[in-house]
């Protein structure tokens, strides 16, 4: 099959890139553009002239924010055979934050729209599946879980691991207050005697970090390929997210960052994330009990993995098939 994968910014999102290694590997054809823009109203013009253009069998949309491809359905036969909706985000729920009810109205129309058009829905996790449901009902709908590539721990040396309790807590991803870094600076205030590294960056990164307590230690954005190797040299790795309306839909299945830290073994301690499987050294907790989570788990060792605990990119190669094989 021809593929045309898109997303608001298609070179740049985890997930489709994962998506496109996958589907290449079992053999198809598979465009990602570049938009070269942030601009919503440019990216659904070069959108719909790209799926016209390369007259694609599937379009696979990842979603959010899903208005860029309002009045898509309609180049189905002229553009494009079949679709597919990833509903990898409640863009409604996430929109309602800032615009309210209002707000949540007009994204879910969006949603809507795209949830009825698709052929197939994949998405993230359960919650997730059931939230779409409500668009259309009688859409078949595949859980394609958010793991990590079983490279990704290739990438830790042994020598670089710490004893429990001898090296930096640990935070990766945006600084911004959606991530909880306020909670996170709140943490390191609170365990002046532990040192925590940041390791992501922001656009307003430097307005949060101005006034950071001495034991934080500001690393900036890393490349991936550098990241398993800082978080070899973790004591514990830290979610410190406060509890809103989108914390029913963050599972451990969505969370890319929780998977890449249990992947390697570590002690995760997360806030802000709803709990669907049980999951060895995983310790979720309301985000007013963070810092005696930390506390209680910095000395304590992660318990053994077994290779049933491990999850991984490549255990979606299935379901993945049995999607476009649906079609």
């Not at 599946?129 to 259309?136: C, T, W």
């Not at 830790?156 to 429990?164: A, K």
């Not at 990766?172 to 709140?186: A, D, H, S, Y």
């Amino acid at each position: 099959m021809k593929i045309l994968l898109l997303a608001n910014q298609p070179e740049r999102t985890t997930r489709l890139r994962m998506f496109r290694g996958t589907l290449q590997s079992q053999g198809h054809e598979v465009i990602v553009p570049s938009f070269g823009t942030r601009n919503w109203i440019s990216i659904a013009r070069q959108a719909k002239k790209m799926a016209l253009d390369h007259k694609p069998d599937v379009v696979h949309i990842f979603n959010v924010p899903d208005v860029i491809y309002h009045g898509f359905a309609g180049l189905r036969g002229r553009g494009y055979k079949k679709l597919i909706y990833d509903y990898r985000s409640p863009w409604g729920v996430e929109f309602a934050q800032t615009f309210l009810a209002p707000g949540k109205a007009f994204a879910e129309r969006f949603e809507r729209e795209l949830a009825e058009a698709a052929d197939v829905i994949t998405t993230v996790n359960e919650p997730l599946e059931k939230k779409v449901k409500e668009y259309a009902p009688q859409k078949k709908v595949y859980i394609v879980p958010n793991y990590p590539q079983r490279s990704f721990c290739q990438k830790v040396d042994e020598s670089d691991t710490v004893q429990p309790g001898k090296g930096p807590i640990i935070f990766i991803g945006r600084v911004c207050t959606q991530e909880g870094i306020g909670k996170l600076l709140e943490l390191a205030r609170a365990i002046p005697e532990r040192e925590f590294w940041i390791v992501g960056g922001g656009p307003f990164a430097r307005y949060y970090l101005w006034r950071k307590p001495a034991n934080v230690r500001n690393l900036g954005w890393q490349p991936h390929d550098k990241v398993a190797a800082l978080l070899g040299k973790a004591s514990l790795c830290l979610i410190p997210r406060e509890e809103n309306a989108l914390t029913p839909y963050s599972t451990d299945k969505s969370v890319w960052k929780l998977n890449e830290y249990l992947a390697l073994g570590k002690i995760v301690v997360a806030s802000g994330v709803t709990m669907i499987e049980k999951r060895k050294n995983l310790v979720i907790v309301p985000s007013r009990d963070l810092e005696r989570a930390v506390r209680d788990n910095l000395l304590r060792e992660p318990e053994p993995m077994g290779r049933e605990d491990y999850r991984f990119w490549d255990t979606n190669d299935k379901v993945i098939q049995e999607v476009y094989e649906s079609l």
